[in-house]
């Protein structure tokens, strides 16, 4: 599961943001905002992607670099969002 | 103010060549055409006749017939020191302020320009001493390129001027290039033309037998922080602040023409119309421009500003689609490539000024840099504010104040808005501290460079090459002071007073005239304090209360607007027009060789399909599209020389 949505939020950002430049390497824990990636506008953009692809309804209190900031952070947050935790 | 252009050396068929390198500036003046040649040197003019209607021709000779001069721009305090070389004996032949220069420059040699206050770049051939003296203005208004080819050294007022030189050619420069897609301008004296420089503001040169020398006459500069400063009581600033703005406008208006004035709707613009509607029995005319979007179009303040001051107002309406239309004219005179449409209008608006009869208008500009109004000044303290205390969730929020204009900041967290800006996490002694986020913001869109110019590219740095140009008292300076430093002396001359200033008011063949940027004037701001200036996040704080009385209260206490301009969408929203498709297509990208195709084809669908972009994709595809205009414009194709060429 973890790999699938990895993979997938990874070709979108490849796509969206890195405008189909494969060759650079994007690591799972690089800083999106840090390396120039994403800005205040791409930040809305993946908010939508998460939303759209993924059925999440993000909340403001979401929307922070802690669940954001890196592939490892978004593909984590999504497993979490998506698969209800059990008591 | 004209254009001119010349050269040093011995050549065949100079007169010929000064025809064609005048000929390609012939929109800088309309009015008259000039050409001096010697065994030595040569000189072309082209004029706007402004000062001097009937007697002010150019190239100048002294009576001696060993000065000659050729001009471009205005001497505001030419009566004052015509007055004083009376009084010393000398005999005027003229009523123009370019005879004034001459005279100077024979009792003073080229130490002249100390006394000169005003826009100007010019060349005097002294025959005595066979040596070319070329000087430019304090603050960058007046352009001077030039280049040396053959064993001759050539200068005009535009590029295209030089590329009527056999053996001149255009190939873009890959450093500036850089500087442009991280400054947003060439660190000059380089410019986007390989081989082709400019001389930089408030410098001269002396080109002889011997070579060329090059030296600052003038430098930008703050008192040390540590010392008091020379102003404590605000009242008494603020009335120096008037007394010398209104004689700054004052010395602006002398011209043998109506002289009219850009309106915006903003404070920097309301203040000097005002002035200048004071100083205009027979009533001001003003100009500004208008545009279909909210989030752009100040009309509502312009029509109330021009109504309290009951100017004669025209208006030219920016629609969805202009910009696109005059944008490949725009680079033409531009002469290099840009990441904002902001010139486009400005375009425009010359034309507008030039349809009504008129050949002079007087701007704001300067107000921002002098009296620290933009919001990178107001930004950079909140930074420095967040970063005292990491880790804050309010702090932050005072960016969203800076930029209610900005949708995609709105909606941001706290967490974002700290780690947009860098706040607590970049070095405050950085010496580029204040723009970090935009070099930062503006460099990812280098993204877009091919592999080859990466590779190319690959050992350079823009931002440290900036550093390397501060002057040595700069780290003693308060931070704001830095941060007003690197908008004027690098932002201002290299972008605001050419792209958006002088190359698009002369494409029409208007004069801009700015008492912002009179020297006096910036020389009494650089001394004043910084809270006297940006006082808590309130811009230019000591100009407000120096001019309070002239505004109405709404213009008055207006926060600053930036001047902007619709950008990715103007080429997209009322169907996209074919040179843009051919600039971006894959094979004109693939054949300029300076960015990757594929990558530009998904950014120019996603412009298309998107019209809210991001800061980034919106500067990525402006500084594309110009880039390859200028390939197409300068170099005849898109295709790049190579280095072997």
């Known amino acids: ?87 | 103010m004209c254009g001119f252009s010349g050269y040093f050396g011995s050549i065949r068929d100079g007169r010929p060549l000064l025809g064609r390198m005048t000929a390609a500036i012939a929109h800088r003046g309309p009015d008259e055409q000039g050409i001096f040649t010697s065994p030595e040197a040569g000189l072309g003019h082209v004029r706007l006749s402004i000062v001097g209607l009937g007697d002010g021709q150019q190239p100048m000779s002294d009576a001696s017939g060993e000065l000659t001069i050729a001009f471009n721009g205005e001497i505001f305090n030419y009566v004052e020191l015509r007055d004083e070389l009376r009084a010393k004996g000398r005999r005027f032949r003229t009523s123009s302020d370019t005879e004034v220069i001459l005279h100077l420059y024979d009792e003073m040699g080229e130490e002249c320009v100390s006394l000169l206050n005003g826009d100007f770049a010019f060349a005097i051939w002294d025959a005595r001493r066979r040596r070319m003296m070329l000087a430019r203005d304090r603050m960058g208004v007046r352009p001077l390129f030039y280049a040396a080819h053959a064993g001759t050294f050539y200068f005009a007022s535009e590029v295209k001027a030089l590329l009527e030189v056999p053996g001149i050619s255009a190939e873009i420069d890959p450093i500036a290039l850089d500087q442009i897609f991280t400054l947003w301008a060439p660190i000059a004296p380089r410019t986007p033309f390989r081989n082709i420089l400019e001389l930089e503001p408030a410098h001269l040169m002396i080109v002889d037998q011997r070579g060329v020398t090059t030296r600052p006459y003038w430098q930008l500069r703050y008192p040390d922080w540590d010392l008091p400063s020379a102003y404590v009581d605000e009242r008494s600033a603020a009335e120096e602040l008037r007394a010398l703005l209104t004689d700054a406008t004052r010395i602006r208006m002398r011209a043998d023409v109506p002289v009219g004035a850009y309106l915006s709707g903003g404070l920097d613009s309301s203040i000097v119309s005002a002035l200048a509607a004071g100083m205009t029995p027979q009533g001001l005319r003003t100009f500004s421009v208008t545009f279909d979007s909210a989030e752009h179009d100040e009309s509502a303040f312009q029509l109330e500003m021009a109504a309290a001051l009951g100017t004669r107002h025209s208006a030219i309406a920016s629609r969805t689609g202009d910009i696109a239309r005059v944008f490949p004219d725009v680079i033409r005179f531009t002469e290099r490539p840009i990441i904002r449409t902001a010139p486009a209008p400005l375009y425009q608006l010359s034309g507008l000024v030039r349809e009504t009869g008129l050949k002079v208008v007087l701007t704001g500009e300067g107000a921002d840099e002098v009296f620290a109004g933009y919001d990178i000044f107001k930004e950079a303290r909140v930074r420095r504010f967040c970063g005292r205390q990491p880790g804050s969730r309010i702090r932050p929020h005072l960016f969203r104040k800076l930029y209610p204009y900005l949708p995609g900041l709105k909606q941001q967290s706290p967490e974002y808005l700290a780690a947009f800006f860098g706040a607590g996490e970049e070095p405050l002694d950085d010496p580029l501290f204040s723009h970090r986020p935009r070099l930062k913001g503006t460099s990812a869109t280098k993204l877009f460079f091919s592999g080859d110019l990466r590779a190319e590219l690959k050992d350079y740095d823009a931002a440290d090459e900036l550093i390397s140009r501060l002057p040595p008292e700069f780290g003693g300076w308060h931070p704001l002071h830095q941060a007003q430093y690197l908008e004027s002396r690098f932002l201002l001359p290299g972008y605001i007073l050419s792209s958006q200033g002088d190359r698009m008011a002369m494409a029409h063949g208007i004069e801009g005239r700015f008492p912002f940027l009179d020297h006096r004037l910036v020389e009494f701001a650089a001394k004043l304090p910084p809270e006297m200036k940006l006082k808590g996040l309130t811009e230019k704080h000591i100009l407000r209360e120096a001019t309070k009385d002239l505004l109405p209260a709404v213009i008055g206490k207006r926060v600053k607007q930036p001047y902007r301009a619709p950008d990715s969408h103007s080429f997209s929203g009322s169907g996209e027009l074919d040179y843009v498709r051919d600039a971006l297509s894959e094979e004109a990208i693939a054949a300029g060789n300076l960015f990757n195709a594929k990558a530009v084809a998904k950014l120019h669908e996603k412009c298309r399909s998107r019209p809210a972009a991001g800061f980034r994709d919106n500067a990525a595809f402006v500084g594309i599209l110009s880039t390859q205009l200028w390939l197409q414009t300068f170099t005849g194709s898109s295709i790049r020389k190579s280095e072997a060429a």
């Open chain 1, 1 to 87: 599961m973890t790999q699938a949505i990895k993979e997938k939020v990874k070709a979108f950002i490849v796509e969206n943001f890195l405008f189909g430049d494969t060759s650079y390497e994007l690591g799972d824990t690089a800083s999106l905002i840090e390396n120039d990636i994403i800005d205040s506008t791409g930040v809305l953009e993946l908010v939508a992607f998460i939303e759209d692809q993924f059925g999440i309804a993000m909340a403001d209190a979401d929307i922070v670099p802690a669940n954001l900031d890196s592939l490892a952070r978004i593909s984590a947050f999504i497993e979490a969002k998506a698969v209800p935790v059990t008591a």
